[in-house]
């Protein structure tokens, strides 16, 4: 069973900075695309970013230019450095492994919780 673990989350003032990472328990860990989503209180999962085994990488418009999703191999981690917080960046962000490069997403960790308030 692939477990994922997230952390790196908590509370930021708008402006500020954090580095969500999630940890992944399969030793192929380097051949699949990773993705990072966040759900908003009341909303629905948004995609946030993407990297693929090959390092190319995707994002929201709305987080494009203040987030950066990395990998490191060695460590079976991916990262999400968040920058420039809005308050609207709010919400529970979640990593996922995608095993079949098709998009879906095959194992979601149990999230972490981020909020950007004053």
């Known amino acids: 069973q692939v477990q994922l673990v997230e952390s790196g989350g908590g509370l930021v003032q708008p402006g500020g900075s954090l580095r969500l990472s999630c940890a992944a328990s399969a030793p192929t860990f380097s051949r699949y695309a990773m993705g990072w989503f966040r759900q908003a209180p009341g909303k629905e999962r948004d995609f946030v970013a993407r990297?693929?085994?090959?390092?190319?990488?995707y994002y929201a418009d709305s987080v494009k230019g203040r987030f950066t999703i990395s990998r490191d191999n060695d460590k079976n981690t991916v990262y999400l450095q968040m920058n420039s917080l809005k308050p609207e960046d709010t919400a529970v962000y979640y990593c996922?492994?995608?095993?079949?490069?098709?998009?879906?997403?095959?194992?979601w960790g149990q999230g972490t919780q981020v909020t950007v308030s004053s």
């Open positions: 990297i693929t085994w090959n390092y190319f990488t």
């Open positions: 996922a492994e995608d095993r079949d490069s098709d998009g879906e997403y095959n194992y």
